[in-house]
């Protein structure tokens, strides 16, 4: 007897829908699984088998065909183990084909028939409902998370029984209770409590309204950390597009299990230096999201660049200029969404005190290797390199009242506001974002702005890139002052951003 079940996969943040087909027929005793299978998913076939029997169900000394279409995508994960269960229930008789159609199965079976939690449910529950798929039974420990998502019905099992069981009679009881989460404490950040280092506040405030990426270097204890730490706090609410893109990624790393809600907070994600490139980038098998698919619609900090391998620093070059990470393995090739806004801090030498020379003990072929961890490829994709001055005694131990995120937030998503409808009509929404041919179009200069930054352009060496993004920053600022035209001041500031990358490269060769 033939029958059909449908189910689904991951391929990136999107779900792909997988039909299982099972057909028992006469002839000799075999368990054949075809449709370009994965190693793990070879092994479905013991654990569905030692898990029907367990439930006191056996197999028939028959021919058992199971299919996986369509045959030519490579199938991954061990959510198949359930719908292939139920086809062959149904193949069996023991379930009506009627009571199956328009629901999507997922779930792991252990050898005791027992429903185990997948990764990636929301994706799949958020795709399937996009297609008309309105019911979906599902792990009991996935019940919440599939929940999430609105205008469909989802049914949460502990074992193959209950679906089984359900199946047969229609009945479902809701889980009597859930496992209570305690309240987690989210540590308060304000840039309120940041006292000194207006440049470098004013810096930050640049990069959140044009979202552009920005290097600080400075000495120990300058508030580089502290201000990155509350960056997240001055950009704009997520919209509920970026929510779902969001969490999506979240799921499929397993960390949207136990959450009530879609995340509402922009990620912050600050990996430590000694992160492998596997763990920045994503990989794995199967292969998941990394740090800055984490990081998406967020704030990605590498504290201490220069700590970080070259290797794994320079990976950051595509996803920087696409906005998104292609992942090509020996398992298949995944894309993963990848917008963030990238900060970064470094000291200005390994002693941390260059370029005041009667401090620093660095020689200059020590300063030479220094700077030379980061590339200047690296260096010319990041739009802001502000410099992150002492912090004075008066200025630690004084009691002064700073301008709360609040206050600055408000400011970024006016800004922010200018910048989504004056892009309203093209498919990109930020002064970072703007392709270097509309340049002239969305920053275009008088005479004499243009005649200074031809000055800066030959004073400075810039390359191409460099002076598209000193021209991005510029379009920011004006736009802080509700200005249409770029005018020399905020050219000037837009340069000062970046007069600290000559003083420090450059001088690393003197």
Not at 154 to 174: A, C, K, N, P
Not at 354 to 363: A, F, G, V
Not at 467 to 486: C, P, Q
Request: proline content about 5%.
């Amino acid at each position: 007897m033939y029958s059909t079940v449908m189910t689904s996969m991951l391929d990136g943040i999107h779900a792909v829908f997988i039909r299982v087909e099972v057909d028992i027929s006469t002839g000799m005793p075999v368990f054949d699984m075809v449709g370009y299978l994965s190693s793990e998913l070879r092994e479905a076939k013991e654990r569905v088998r030692t898990a029907l029997h367990n439930c006191g169900i056996a197999l028939p000394a028959k021919r058992i065909t199971v299919n996986l279409s369509p045959a030519n995508i490579r199938k991954t994960g061990t959510g198949f183990d359930l719908p292939i269960a139920v086809a062959l229930l149904v193949s069996l008789g023991i379930i009506e084909k009627e009571s199956c159609e328009g629901i999507l199965f997922t779930g792991e079976l252990n050898l005791n028939g027992d429903l185990l939690p997948v990764r990636g449910m929301l994706p799949m529950v958020s795709d399937g409902a996009k297609n008309g798929i309105s019911k979906f039974i599902v792990p009991a420990d996935n019940r919440r998370e599939a929940g999430l998502v609105k205008n469909v019905s989802t049914y949460g099992f502990s074992s193959l029984l209950e679906v089984i069981r359900y199946l047969q009679t229609s009945e479902y009881r809701e889980p009597e209770h859930e496992l209570e989460k305690r309240p987690i404490m989210k540590k308060s950040c304000d840039f309120s409590e940041v006292n000194g280092q207006k440049f470098l506040k004013r810096a930050a405030e640049v990069a959140a309204s044009g979202m552009h990426n920005m290097l600080m270097i400075g000495p120990p204890g300058a508030g580089k950390t502290m201000i990155s730490e509350r960056m997240a706090t001055i950009l704009p609410p997520l919209t509920e597009k970026e929510q779902m893109e969001v969490s999506k990624i979240y799921s499929i790393n397993g960390l949207m299990m136990e959450k009530d809600s879609l995340l509402t907070d922009r990620p912050f994600r600050n990996p430590h230096h000694t992160i492998s490139s596997v763990g920045l980038a994503g990989g794995g098998n199967p292969i998941r999201p990394g740090e800055i698919s984490l990081a998406h619609h967020g704030v990605l900090f590498l504290d201490e660049l220069t700590e970080f391998s070259k290797q794994t620093l320079e990976i950051l070059r595509q996803p920087l200029e696409e906005r998104e990470i292609h992942l090509s393995r020996a398992c298949g090739n995944v894309s993963y969404p990848s917008d963030f806004l990238l900060l970064a801090s470094m000291n200005p030498c390994n002693c941390g005190y260059y370029p005041d020379m009667q401090r620093c003990r660095c020689t200059p072929a020590v300063l030479k290797r220094y700077f030379g961890r980061i590339s200047q490829p690296l260096i010319d994709r990041i739009d802001l390199c502000v410099e992150a001055q002492t912090i004075s005694y008066e200025e630690l131990t004084g009691n002064m009242e700073n301008e709360s995120s609040e206050s600055i937030r408000e400011r970024v998503v006016m800004c922010q506001e200018i910048q989504l409808y004056r892009y309203r009509q093209e498919d990109f929404c930020h002064n970072s974002r703007i392709p270097a041919y509309r340049l002239a179009e969305f920053c275009r200069l008088d005479d004499k702005e243009l005649h200074y930054m031809e000055n800066i352009y030959r004073k400075m060496s810039l390359t191409a890139r460099t002076y598209h993004k000193i021209l991005r920053v510029a379009r920011t600022i004006a736009d802080m002052r509700r200005s249409e035209k770029i005018q020399l001041r905020d050219l000037n500031e837009a340069v000062c951003y970046r007069s600290i990358d000559g003083n420090l490269w450059g001088g690393a060769d003197e």
